[in-house]
């Protein structure tokens, strides 16, 4: 069994965990591979590869997921205007950062702090962590093939780069 | 008390070094440490908490076959284990002191809904939320 190579080495994994925790403490910050690969003490070339194998996702559609969360908290939680939270969660643009929240979500920002601040949440007694993850978007496709998907079904597709 | 929870258990890739990361750096103490052969029995404890304890098992032989076990550690190693929550009197001050020691903390106190709260791992990937201690507040 040890010699399937789907087999990873609980102690890359845990090394692996480190570069994953590391865009949880700081998803707002530039992630590129060079640094996930120093943390994990992985080669470049290989770092992408493992990090999809040991979390099912790549890294930076992880990444993608966990600024989205934390962005649907800070629209839940507080009254930050919106082109702060995109600021705060790490995009550059404010225009990126709404239409990657409306590929990922299905709504607006806007439209999600809404529809959100009407209904009251009874999850107080949940350490706030938890909270967070199950509220962690569960993006199984690329976000360009989500939008790909959407727009062959209404316009030519759409080319713009991702974060 | 009589009746309750008295051990709960956790995986950890090597004893010896499970066991010096929450009796060194997290101040528990041990209170069972027996051997029979390779199985090695071990939990420890939280000081102020003596009606229950923290096993500290090793998955393998005789109780888990060599596959079983090396899926186990992946999945502590991946954080895939649930969470723990330790409860402390001041998350910032345990967060400092703890960080001193060499924890591995995955978030640095935070406050949130009135309460401090930080996230760290033990050496095997199991994840822990540090939560200090609700303090009453004047709204």
């Known amino acids: 069994m040890s010699g399937d190579p789907k087999n990873q080495a609980p102690a890359l994994l845990r090394r692996l965990l480190r570069a994953k925790d590391r865009m949880d403490a700081a998803s707002h910050e530039d992630w590129p591979i060079r ?4 943390v994990s003490g992985v080669s470049e070339a290989h770092f992408a590869r493992a990090f999809k194998q040991a979390f099912g996702l790549p890294p930076h559609r992880y990444l993608l997921t966990r600024r ?3 962005a649907t908290a800070l629209l839940r ?3 930050l205007p919106i082109t702060e939270i995109a600021f705060q969660t790490g995009w550059e643009s404010l225009g990126t950062f709404g239409r990657t929240f409306r590929d990922i979500t299905g709504e607006s920002p806007g439209e999600f702090r809404e529809r959100v601040k009407i209904g009251t949440h009874e999850l107080g007694r949940v350490p706030a962590c938890v909270v967070s993850a199950v509220h ?3 993006l199984t496709i690329s976000v360009s093939e989500k939008r790909r998907r959407i727009a062959d079904g209404i316009n030519g597709p759409e080319e713009k780069e991702l974060p | 008390m009589n009746q309750g ?3 709960v258990g956790l995986y950890v890739r090597d004893q010896e070094e499970a066991l010096s990361f929450y009796v060194e750096k997290l101040g528990f103490r041990v209170h069972t440490d027996v051997r029979n052969g390779d199985y090695r029995w071990l939990t420890v404890q939280h000081p102020e908490q003596p009606s229950f304890q923290l096993g500290l098992f090793k998955p393998g032989p005789p109780v888990l076959d060599a596959a079983t076990a090396q899926a186990v550690n992946a999945i502590v190693a991946k954080g895939a284990m649930p969470p723990l929550v330790l409860v402390v009197n001041d998350c910032r001050a345990a967060f400092d002191q703890m960080l001193a020691r060499g924890v591995e903390f995955t978030q640095e106190p935070v406050d949130r809904f009135g309460t401090v ?3 760290f791992r033990d ?3 199991n994840g822990w939320k540090m939560i200090g201690v609700r303090k009453a507040r004047s709204h």
């Open chain 1, 35 to 38: 640094r996930l690969a120093r």
């Open chain 1, 136 to 138: 962690r978007p569960d």
């Open chain 1, 68 to 70: 989205i969360e934390r």
């Open chain 1, 77 to 79: 939680d507080t009254d």
């Open chain 2, 123 to 125: 050496p095997s990937g």
């Open chain 2, 5 to 7: 929870i008295e051990v």
């Open chain 2, 117 to 119: 709260d930080a996230g």
